[in-house]
């Protein structure tokens, strides 16, 4: 990964704003000073580099110098003699006493004749100011020698009436108590017209966006890379970029930033760095009594340690009064410089102490003991971690104990007998964390690898594959579902009933009815599933059967349906099961947004996501469809806000749960954004793990791209791409190709009518050819729809009138009424569909001369799309406004006025231009010359600003300038 490519500023919006306000002050007249204060590596010199840019275009000149890092050997003024340099041929020859400080860096006046010197460097300055204002950058003012300070000193409280800005920046994190430029920086706050202006972190929505710029010069990175780097960064932009060089993935830091890290360690006394090698092996923030009982040290000689290295800024004080390192990437390199010895030896006295005293928490000690080599204690520590934190609703950390459990069990054979089910209730235990946390596919690996060990008990042996099949059906696997579910029931005997038979009876009624053709098999199976469940008073499988049943029943009385799902939400809340509870909530929520109710879907899927995330399982699989579904509702009934809220309301998203990030971006394509690098990076997780919502998100973001960008191309492609990967994943059920193809046909259908106007029949036919491919794809699947589950209907019927409004569009009968039938489908709910609609039969009303309906239909449209923030339906409907000469009133595009731009005799001729005419039939029509039609011809098309006859009608057009 290149180090040296140049990326924008990022993040630093609100401080380069600043700094504009200051070169605007100078440029006023009026003299500053920006004391710029930030930890190494956080982004002072972009900063102060990109506000230099900014004061140059504005006729700032802009002149910068360099303090260096030279120890004890200091050289007097140099970052003066670093700006003064270039100015060395513009000295006039009333500034001798700067000839010394020009001419020998090191041989500095002495200390009696700096007042010349002083005054010599002001007054230039100031004459430099006169002839144009001017910034003074000075650079790393830490390292700064004492005659640099005291000038800068000088300088500040001298330049008051120039028009100069002095900009110096210095490391904070470098100003121990006694650094000599702490007081000098005290005295300069207090001095009129300065300002002291810190940078803190990136934050991490910035950090991950710099990241990815230094990473496009590469070809990008994985979004997990981003992640880590980001994490470990923790908002230092050096820091990012040297672990993003490295390629770094939680592992061993880069030498270079190991190396920059560690001189700051070295600089401190001998017991404070064991006191840091003691506090990087207990954490990131440590105990003051822990600390002092594992390092040995008399209290004095460790209050004096401590008092070194947070003076030094490499330890801080929580306000818990905890000690933390200042970054966390300060503990790694501490940490990485330790011999093994000395680790496993701190680690052991860290445990022994968490025992002695009962401090910490479970998760501290397993990792303690753990690193220390006592592998039963590091075993017992992490199952009990893995309670605490299931009781907490931290699913994804009670995975990580379990499965260092599960890591460990081969080496603790003495600990096997107290572990309920064995091995194989402990991989259980795992998978069901991963389910919560999101982890649909390291669930399903932790299943495969229970089910691998063979258990002797036929009821633990089915139990292992009733719970891998409902994983599977999550994963869209439905053969392995049919096939998990199936073994169960063959294992787990029906005499005497059990609460194992049960389970797997309901999810063999589920796993049948998902496959299509099995709905005797499902129906018996549930019925087996309720009565059992009744029987042994199993409110949470009843639920989980029910809920199968509602869906079974999709042509009965949805009212009927509703009170069902409502009946099993309830009881699978009494039960305490939150993964029934929230399927329940999410059939409930799609029965309303598939009746069209969106505003029901979204109340629906509220309250079943905030018991989710009350719970730690915000990204399970049943709490990701939620979301998603609440962001498609939100996203057609006009609320973009809220939709691309929804979908970022959580920072880290799982691969099985991409597809909400993915329908938000349907918010910024809608607003005109180019995100297509996302949605192919999306398609392509979609594609490997087979990920359906994903694939169809993606697909999608991809068409509705390309039909605003008008690429008929990439649109047909996307589309037939993504139908054929959706029917790989559902062979039967993959309505949604209606939708797409929908969407797909129209730039199509633009581009065969474009070919259409200079009678291109050829590529006409062409295009009309690539669309009826995809109608085909829409049509087969409306056709297995209808045989395997039913009528279409809601939704549904809107899409398929939308497909015949596009396919009659295709062939050059672009019917109003078509459009007006899909538009009336979709409903006042559906606002951006209806908006899409009432633009497309405004066009078909205005090409049949219906000029008033057609102005209505445009309003309308026009008006959603102001409110939407859709500039690119904005766009084209004021296009097509311009080009009837519409009146789209207020905020709209006006009709134009072809006499306000073209004279008489000049409208006439374009008008038969237009007709196809060439200068001699125009000229006969009109009584004039051959001669005469050119001169006003070439009058036409400078007016226009184009070359030709084709261009001029073209943009004449476009302008709604045609007579």
């Known amino acids: 990964m290149p180090q040296w490519v140049e990326v924008p500023l990022v993040g630093r919006d609100a401080e380069l704003a600043r700094l504009t306000e200051h070169v605007e002050r100078a440029r006023a007249g009026r003299p500053s000073a920006v004391l710029v204060a930030g930890d190494a590596g956080v982004g002072k010199s972009r900063l102060l580099t990109a506000a230099g840019e900014?004061?140059?275009?504005?006729?700032?000149?802009?002149?910068?110098?360099?303090?260096?890092?030279?120890?004890?050997?200091?050289?007097?003024?140099?970052?003066?003699?670093?700006?003064?340099?270039?100015?060395?041929?513009?000295?006039?020859?009333?500034?001798?006493?700067?000839?010394?400080?020009?001419?020998?860096?090191?041989?500095?006046?002495?200390?009696?004749?700096?007042?010349?010197?002083?005054?010599?460097?002001?007054?230039?300055?100031?004459?430099?100011?006169?002839?144009?204002?001017?910034?003074?950058?000075?650079?790393?003012?830490?390292?700064?020698?004492?005659?640099?300070?005291?000038?800068?000193?000088?300088?500040?409280?001298?330049?008051?009436?120039?028009?100069?800005?002095?900009?110096?920046?210095?490391?904070?994190?470098?100003?121990?108590?006694?650094?000599?430029?702490?007081?000098?920086?005290?005295?300069?706050?207090?001095?009129?017209?300065?300002?002291?202006?810190?940078?803190?972190?990136?934050?991490?929505?910035?950090?991950?966006a710099l990241v990815r710029a230094v990473a496009a010069g590469a070809g990008g990175v994985p979004e997990r890379l981003v992640d880590d780097v980001v994490a470990r960064a923790?908002?230092?932009?050096?820091?990012?970029?040297?672990?993003?060089?490295?390629?770094?993935?939680?592992?061993?830091?880069?030498?270079?930033?190991?190396?920059?890290?560690?001189?700051?360690?070295?600089?401190?006394?001998?017991?404070?760095?064991?006191?840091?090698?003691?506090?990087?092996?207990?954490?990131?923030?440590?105990?003051?009594?822990?600390?002092?009982?594992?390092?040995?040290?008399?209290?004095?000689?460790?209050?004096?340690?401590?008092?070194?290295?947070?003076?030094?800024?490499?330890?801080?004080?929580?306000?818990?009064?905890?000690?933390?390192?200042?970054?966390?990437?300060?503990?790694?390199?501490?940490?990485?410089?330790?011999?093994?010895?000395?680790?496993?030896?701190?680690?052991?006295?860290?445990?022994?102490?968490?025992?002695?005293?009962?401090?910490?928490?479970?998760?501290?000690?397993?990792?303690?003991?753990?690193?220390?080599?006592?592998?039963?204690?590091?075993?017992?520590?992490?199952?009990?971690?893995?309670?605490?934190?299931?009781?907490?609703?931290?699913?994804?950390?009670?995975?990580?104990?379990?499965?260092?459990?599960?890591?460990?069990?081969?080496?603790?054979?003495?600990?096997?007998?107290?572990?309920?089910d064995g091995e194989v209730g402990l991989l259980l235990r795992a998978a069901a964390a991963a389910r919560a946390a999101g982890e649909l596919h390291r669930g399903i690996a932790l299943l495969r690898s229970a089910r691998d060990l063979a258990p002797a008990d036929p009821h633990l042996a089915g139990r292992v594959q009733y719970t891998l099949a409902q994983a599977l059906i999550r994963v869209d696997d439905l053969p392995g579902a049919v096939e998990a579910s199936t073994a169960a029931l063959d294992l787990i005997p029906a005499h005497p009933l059990t609460a194992d038979r049960v389970w797997a009876t309901t999810t063999r009624a589920r796993t049948a009815w998902s496959v299509g053709?099995?709905?005797?098999?499902?129906?018996?199976?549930?019925?087996?599933?309720?009565?059992?469940?009744?029987?042994?008073?199993?409110?949470?499988?009843?639920?989980?059967?029910?809920?199968?049943?509602?869906?079974?029943?999709?042509?009965?009385?949805?009212?009927?349906?509703?009170?069902?799902?409502?009946?099993?939400?309830?009881?699978?809340?009494?039960?305490?099961?939150?993964?029934?509870?929230?399927?329940?909530?999410?059939?409930?929520?799609?029965?309303?947004?598939?009746?069209?109710?969106?505003?029901?879907?979204?109340?629906?899927?509220?309250?079943?996501?905030?018991?989710?995330?009350?719970?730690?399982?915000?990204?399970?699989?049943?709490?990701?469809?939620?979301?998603y579904l609440r962001v498609l509702a939100q996203f057609h009934a006009g609320r973009w806000d809220d939709a691309r809220a929804t979908a970022d309301e959580l920072v880290r998203v799982p691969d099985t749960a991409a597809h909400v990030r993915v329908a938000g971006l349907h918010v910024a394509i809608g607003r005109g954004a180019d995100v297509a690098e996302q949605v192919e990076q999306a398609w392509a997780v979609g594609d490997r793990l087979g990920h359906a919502a994903l694939v169809l998100s993606s697909g999608s973001a991809g068409i509705e791209l390309a039909a605003w960008r008008q690429d008929a191309t990439a649109a047909v492609a996307v589309a037939e791409r993504t139908v054929r990967r959706l029917r790989e994943i559902w062979p039967v059920d993959f309505l949604v190709a209606v939708r797409l193809a929908a969407v797909a046909l129209g730039p199509v259908a633009d581009a065969a009518a474009a070919a259409r106007v200079p009678g291109d029949e050829e590529t006409a036919l062409r295009w009309v050819a690539a669309g009826?491919?995809?109608?085909?794809?829409?049509?087969?699947?409306?056709?297995?729809?209808?045989?395997?589950?039913?009528?279409?209907?809601?939704?549904?019927?809107?899409?398929?009138?939308?497909?015949?409004?596009?396919?009659?569009?295709?062939?050059?009968?672009?019917?109003?009424?078509?459009?007006?039938?899909?538009?009336?489908?979709f409903g006042p709910r559906q606002v951006w569909e209806q908006a899409r609609c009432r633009w497309r039969e405004g066009a078909a009303l205005l090409a049949a001369g219906e000029r008033e309906p057609a102005a209505q239909r445009l309003r309308a449209a026009h008006e959603a799309a102001v409110a939407l923030g859709a500039v690119p339906l904005r766009t084209r409907v004021e296009a097509l406004a311009r080009r009837g000469r519409l009146d789209l009133g207020a905020g709209g595009a006006r009709p134009a006025d072809p006499a306000a731009v073209f004279t008489p005799r000049e409208a006439e001729v374009l008008g038969r231009v237009a007709a196809g005419l060439t200068n001699r039939q125009i000229g006969a029509e009109l009584f004039i010359s051959e001669k005469t039609v050119s001169v006003h011809l070439s009058r036409v098309l400078a007016k226009l600003g184009v070359s030709g006859r084709t261009e001029a009608v073209a943009v004449a057009a476009e302008r709604g300038l045609l007579p």
């Open 772 to 825: 009826e491919r995809l109608v085909d794809q829409a049509r087969q699947a409306q056709e297995l729809f209808a045989e395997h589950v039913g009528e279409v209907e809601g939704e549904g019927r809107a899409w398929a009138l939308r497909l015949a409004a596009e396919v009659a569009r295709l062939h050059g009968r672009d019917d109003a009424a078509a459009w007006a039938g899909a538009g009336a489908a």
């Open 234 to 420: 923790e908002g230092n932009a050096f820091y990012a970029e040297e672990l993003l060089a490295a390629g770094s993935r939680g592992g061993e830091l880069p030498w270079a930033l190991s190396e920059v890290l560690l001189g700051r360690v070295e600089e401190l006394g001998p017991a404070a760095q064991q006191v840091l090698r003691v506090a990087a092996v207990v954490g990131r923030r440590v105990r003051h009594d822990l600390l002092a009982a594992v390092a040995g040290l008399p209290d004095a000689e460790l209050d004096a340690a401590l008092a070194e290295a947070v003076h030094r800024h490499v330890l801080v004080v929580d306000p818990g009064g905890r000690l933390r390192f200042r970054h966390a990437l300060l503990r790694e390199a501490v940490l990485a410089d330790l011999l093994p010895g000395e680790r496993t030896r701190v680690h052991a006295a860290v445990a022994a102490r968490l025992r002695a005293d009962g401090t910490g928490t479970a998760a501290e000690l397993a990792h303690h003991a753990r690193e220390s080599n006592d592998l039963p204690g590091a075993f017992d520590a992490a199952l009990t971690a893995a309670d605490e934190a299931g009781a907490v609703g931290a699913p994804a950390e009670a995975l990580q104990q379990l499965e260092a459990a599960l890591t460990l069990w081969p080496a603790v054979p003495d600990r096997h007998a107290g572990v309920p």
């Open 54 to 208: 900014v004061a140059r275009e504005r006729g700032v000149r802009v002149l910068t110098g360099h303090c260096l890092d030279l120890g004890d050997v200091g050289l007097p003024y140099l970052p003066f003699v670093d700006l003064l340099r270039p100015l060395r041929e513009e000295l006039p020859a009333g500034h001798p006493a700067l000839v010394p400080l020009l001419g020998a860096p090191g041989a500095a006046p002495a200390e009696a004749g700096r007042l010349p010197l002083f005054e010599a460097v002001a007054a230039l300055l100031g004459e430099l100011a006169a002839r144009q204002p001017l910034l003074v950058v000075l650079e790393d003012l830490h390292w700064a020698d004492r005659s640099s300070r005291d000038l800068l000193r000088y300088l500040l409280t001298r330049l008051v009436a120039e028009p100069v800005l002095v900009v110096a920046s210095y490391r904070s994190d470098d100003l121990h108590r006694r650094h000599p430029l702490r007081p000098l920086l005290a005295e300069l706050v207090r001095l009129p017209g300065v300002e002291r202006l810190d940078l803190p972190p990136l934050p991490d929505p910035d950090l991950a």
């Open 517 to 627: 053709g099995g709905d005797a098999v499902a129906r018996d199976a549930a019925r087996e599933a309720l009565a059992g469940a009744e029987r042994l008073g199993l409110e949470s499988a009843w639920s989980d059967t029910m809920i199968s049943l509602a869906r079974m029943t999709e042509e009965g009385d949805p009212a009927a349906r509703t009170a069902d799902l409502t009946e099993a939400l309830e009881r699978a809340r009494r039960a305490g099961d939150l993964d029934v509870e929230l399927r329940a909530a999410f059939n409930l929520a799609t029965l309303a947004y598939e009746s069209g109710d969106l505003a029901a879907a979204v109340a629906h899927a509220g309250p079943a996501l905030d018991r989710a995330a009350a719970r730690g399982a915000g990204w399970s699989f049943y709490a990701a469809e939620l979301r």
